[in-house]
Each structure stands twice: as structure tokens, then as C-alpha cells.
């Protein structure tokens, strides 16, 4: 199975600052990664799939990058709304993985 | 307005058996792939499986193979998971999720959850 490692498993932030999350696949998966966003005892929400797409109704605050084996995203303005753990995922072949989590606080 | 609602969680026993069901409305359910992943509490997601618009076609996580199986009925716009041999292992929110039309663009509509606990 592709391992997905994200980096930092936890960052504080305050509200305005530029936030970047790292993912990286233990193998090429091409453009073939998803971001989630999920608030305490919600479901998933999709923000961006092939690595940089914007998923429709999603801020544009949200952008991701990168290919491959290494993936970021970022949040360029960070809002309220956005204090979330944040979960990338490969679809490239199976099982589906997806990365641990990475959790922005409040700073 | 596209929905998925999760039912069929609850307690059970070590090595006893769970039906979940996904019931979908608001779009067209035979044209999609379709996933199960779960979150065990305080933990992160975890695929399941997933299941093609047919039922032809099904993927499993290692830990699951040979104790659950993904279904689905296109009549009844309904996504299921029989779970076998439950394990404390297990105990998780299961999400229905859905997935492609033709290439995956990641999971795009969820449930809202339903939680199973695997305890004696």
C-alpha cells in the first residue's frame, strides 16, 4: 500500500497568516491526490482533487500543488472557518490511502 | 440536493455481524462508483471499499478482506456493508462516500456517519 505522510501532524496559526500543509507518497502517484478538510464530528469536505483542482464552492484561498511524490496545500489567508484537521488521500492505485492528518489550531 | 444517510450502526459482540446502509438521493446513484471509509474515534480516515456503478467490480483494505462485503442495489438508489467477524479493531464511524463517475476526483458527497462499536 502507498503510505502518505503529511507534514506537520499539528501547527497553531492565527487568523491572516499563510498556512501549508506538506503530503508525501511513499511511491509516484502522479496527480492522482485529494484534500479534505473535517471539523470535530463532521464528515470530510473535499476542497481540492488531481493535486490542484478546486473543488466547486471552495474558497480560492485553498490551492494545492505539486505531483509526483511530494503535494502541498495551502491556505493563503487563513479565516476563522478554516481551524480544522486537514487529511490528503491518493487515489493512484489501491487500497485508497490517506495521509494522517494535520490539525490547525489557534495560535 | 445530492444525500447520503448512513443506518444500521450499533453495539455487538467480538466475531458477531453488522448490515450498514447508504441510502442516496439527489442524484443519479447507478452512475457512480461508490466508497465506505471509517474513522475510529479520535483517529484518522481509513478506505474500505469501494464498489463500480454495476457491482461488477469491488476493492477492499487488507483488514477487512474475507470478513466484509460491499454491495449495492441501483433499484433502490442503496450502498451496503455487510461486516463478518467484527473485531474490537473495528469500532469506527463508517461514512458512505461518493466516489467516481468515470475517473475518481476524489469523494465528493459523504453521510453524515454511523458509529459501530465492537465491545463484550
Known amino acids: 500500500a502507498i503510505r502518505m505522510t503529511q507534514s506537520p501532524s499539528s501547527l497553531s496559526a492565527s487568523t491572516g497568516d499563510r498556512v501549508t500543509i506538506t503530503c508525501r507518497a511513499s511511491q509516484g502517484i502522479s496527480s492522482y491526490l485529494a484534500w479534505y478538510q473535517q471539523k470535530p464530528g463532521k464528515a470530510p469536505k473535499l476542497l481540492i482533487y488531481a493535486a490542484s483542482t478546486l473543488q466547486s464552492g471552495v474558497p480560492s484561498r485553498f490551492s494545492g500543488s505539486g505531483s509526483g511524490t511530494d503535494f502541498t496545500l495551502t491556505i493563503s489567508c487563513l479565516q476563522s472557518e478554516d481551524f480544522a484537521t486537514y487529511y490528503c488521500?491518493?487515489?493512484?492505485?489501491?487500497?485508497?490511502?490517506f495521509g494522517q492528518g494535520t490539525k490547525v489550531e489557534i495560535k | 440536493e445530492v444525500q447520503l444517510v448512513e443506518s444500521g450502526g450499533g453495539l455487538v459482540q467480538p466475531g458477531g455481524s453488522l448490515r450498514l446502509s447508504c441510502a442516496a438521493s439527489?442524484?443519479?446513484?447507478?452512475?457512480?462508483?461508490m466508497s465506505w471509509v471509517r474513522q475510529a474515534p479520535g483517529k484518522g480516515l481509513e478506505w474500505v471499499a469501494n464498489i463500480k456503478q454495476d457491482g461488477s467490480e469491488k476493492y477492499y483494505v487488507d483488514s477487512v478482506k474475507g470478513r466484509f462485503t460491499i454491495s449495492r442495489d441501483n433499484a433502490k438508489n442503496s450502498l451496503y456493508l455487510q461486516m463478518n467477524s467484527l473485531r474490537a479493531e473495528d469500532t469506527a464511524v463508517y461514512y458512505c462516500?461518493?466516489?467516481?463517475?468515470?475517473?475518481?476526483?476524489?469523494?465528493?458527497?459523504w453521510g453524515q456517519g454511523t458509529l459501530v462499536t465492537v465491545s463484550s
Open positions: 462516500a461518493r466516489d467516481a463517475l468515470t475517473v475518481t476526483k476524489g469523494f465528493d458527497y
Open positions: 488521500q491518493q487515489y493512484y492505485s489501491y487500497p485508497v490511502t
Open positions: 439527489g442524484f443519479t446513484f447507478s452512475s457512480y462508483w
